[in-house]
């Protein structure tokens, strides 16, 4: 590794043979000295999830100039812990990236994606972290219109860095050709209907969590959601801190505790 180029670490919660880190992955070692930690296979909706019961391996899978890639038996969580703990003895990662993920991670989708989850960790740990995720869930995915948004978008953050406790939620609409940018927030709105029901052969049913987005937002051109199906990418900073400060004053002026 070059000290004189960036440090950039990545990971993903679709496991590291999946097409959307891999592509990131050599995107950004054009220009910056990249190693993926990341999980052995499919951890999607891991949010911030850690291991605690059972032991964490890694293993290198290749190594070549300006890139090396590990696997990780653990969450995207334990990806970037495992990371920061074995492989940088000297020097952190100047960046951490989550993905690029197959599927969006905008509105509510932030506190369940193991993507996301990374790019918290990352934040917390006081590195700059951006989450990148296309709206396409296919294993074979197009990220080649992303490409330029996402080398952008590292190249500022690397610049200008990002305020403690700070992260970027970065979402691809899944077109060829994009509208825009927006600067939004996370759209309002809930999961409904979670749950399809099935006849299990032996007795009883079983259940895949399944479930539709439901808005309910009464200022979507504000949010990341609505902009994203409109062809736009859609960029949200995100903090770690989850008070409520207004409410907290509320509670200092008017509760009776």
């Known amino acids: 590794m070059n ?19 891999n592509f990131v992955a050599e995107l950004l070692s054009t220009f910056a000295d990249v190693v993926v930690m990341a999980p ?26 300006h890139l090396a890639i590990y696997k990780c038996s653990g969450t995207p969580v ?3 812990k495992m990371a920061l703990h074995e492989l940088f003895p000297d020097r952190q990662p100047d960046l951490i990236v989550g993905g690029i993920n197959h599927g969006d991670n905008s509105g509510v989708n932030v506190h369940y994606s193991g993507t996301m989850g990374i790019v918290i960790e990352g934040c917390m740990k006081g590195i700059p972290s ?13 990220f080649e219109p992303c490409a330029p948004y996402i080398v952008k978008i590292v190249e500022q953050v ?35 209907q979670e749950w399809e029901e099935h006849p299990h052969p032996r007795g009883g049913n079983y259940y895949w969590l399944v479930g539709s987005f439901c808005l309910r937002d009464e200022r979507p051109y504000e949010a990341d959601r609505p902009n994203l199906t409109e062809g736009y990418v859609a960029v949200t ?4 801190d989850m008070t409520d400060y207004s409410l907290m004053q509320e509670i ?3 509760w009776d505790l």
């Open 3 to 21: 000290n004189e180029r960036p440090l950039i670490l990545i990971s993903n919660d679709d496991g590291y043979k999946a097409r959307g880190i």
């Open 252 to 254: 200092q002026a008017n």
């Open 158 to 192: 690397l610049d200008r860095g990002l305020p403690t406790g700070s992260c970027l939620n970065v979402n691809f609409p899944a077109t060829p050709l994009y509208e825009g940018v927006k600067v939004c927030r996370m759209a309002r709105g809930e999961w409904t």
């Open 40 to 65: 052995e296979g499919g951890r999607s909706g891991m949010g911030c999830a850690i291991t605690s019961k059972e032991p964490v391996y890694y293993s290198l899978v290749r190594e070549c100039q």
């Open 237 to 240: 900073p995100i903090q770690i």
């Open 130 to 142: 951006v989450g990148f995720s296309l709206d396409n869930h296919s294993p074979e995915a197009d």
């Open 78 to 80: 334990d990806c970037i």
